[in-house]
T-cell receptor
Framework: DTEVTQTPKHLVMGMTNKKSLKCEQH?????MYWYKQKAKKPPELMFV???????INESVPSRFSPECPNSSLLNLHLHALQPEDSALYLC????????????FGPGTRLTVT | AQKITQTQPGMFVQEKEAVTLDCTYD???????LFWYKQPSSGEMIFLIY??????QNATEGRYSLNFQKARKSANLVISASQLGDSAMYFC??????????????FGKGITLSVRP
C-alpha cells in the first residue's frame, strides 16, 4: 500500500481565518514532507519531519505552522494567510533509508480570499 | 547545489507509440538518486521510477524505463506503448544521498505530455 491521504481536498479561507491541513500515511515511513505548488510549476519544499522532529524549514513564513503528532500524521496549521498563498499543498512521505523515494498525497487546493 | 533541467516544450505522442522525455542534471556529489514523477491534472504526484548513481543497469518499471547516461549527466524517461492515461505533466527530480531523508528533492520545471488517440 503506497497511499498517502490528505484532507480536505479543497479549502477556501479568508485572510483572518485559522484552518488546518491534514496528512496521513500507514506505510511505516518516518520522514514526512510538506510542499507548496503553484500552477504549472514544480513543487517547492516547505518542511521536512524525520522521526517526528522538524529537520528542515525552508524559510517558510510563520503563518504556516507544521505539526507531527505521531509517525503517521502530519498537520499544517494556517493562520492569517495572504492571497499569494493560494496553491496546491502536497504532503509526501518516505523511508529514512535509501533510496528515499517520496510518495505523495492527492493534495489540498487552497484558495485564500 | 543540485540542478535539474527539462527544456522540452509540450510533447505530443500518438497512442501506442514510444516517447522519450529528456532530463539533464548537475551535481558535484558522487552519490545521488534520480526520480521521475507523473502529475495528472488531478494534482497527485505519482512516483514512476528511480535510478541510483551507482546502479550499473538502467532502471525499468513496466512501460517506463530510464535511459541513464552518467557521463552526459542525463536521465531520460522512456514511455513505451503510450496510453491516453499517460497525458500528464512529468517531473524529473534528484536528491543527494549523503544526508539521508533530510536531503532536498530538487525538481525540474516539468514537461507536459499529451497522448493523441
Amino acid at each position: 500500500d503506497t497511499e498517502v491521504t490528505q484532507t480536505p481536498k479543497h479549502l477556501v479561507m479568508g485572510m483572518t481565518n485559522k484552518k488546518s491541513l491534514k496528512c496521513e500515511q500507514h506505510m511505516g515511513h518516518r520522514a514526512m514532507y510538506w510542499y507548496k505548488q503553484k500552477a504549472k510549476k514544480p513543487p517547492e519544499l516547505m518542511f521536512v519531519y524525520s522521526y517526528e522532529k522538524l529537520s528542515i524549514n525552508e524559510s517558510v513564513p510563520s503563518r504556516f505552522s507544521p505539526e507531527c503528532p505521531n509517525s503517521s500524521l502530519l498537520n499544517l496549521h494556517l493562520h492569517a494567510l495572504q492571497p499569494e498563498d493560494s496553491a496546491l499543498y502536497l504532503c509526501a512521505s518516505s523511508q529514512v533509508n535509501s533510496p528515499y523515494e517520496q510518495y505523495f498525497g492527492p493534495g489540498t487546493r487552497l484558495t485564500v480570499t | 547545489a543540485q540542478k535539474i533541467t527539462q527544456t522540452q516544450p509540450g510533447m505530443f505522442v500518438q497512442e501506442k507509440e514510444a516517447v522519450t522525455l529528456d532530463c539533464t542534471y548537475d551535481t558535484s556529489d558522487p552519490s545521488y538518486g534520480l526520480f521521475w514523477y507523473k502529475q495528472p491534472s488531478s494534482g497527485e504526484m505519482i512516483f514512476l521510477i528511480y535510478q541510483g548513481s551507482y546502479d550499473q543497469q538502467n532502471a525499468t518499471e513496466g512501460r517506463y524505463s530510464l535511459n541513464f547516461q552518467k557521463a552526459r549527466k542525463s536521465a531520460n524517461l522512456v514511455i513505451s506503448a503510450s496510453q491516453l492515461g499517460d497525458s500528464a505533466m512529468y517531473f524529473c527530480a534528484m536528491r543527494v544521498m549523503n544526508t539521508g531523508a533530510n536531503s532536498k528533492l530538487t525538481f525540474g520545471k516539468g514537461i507536459t505530455l499529451s497522448v493523441r488517440p
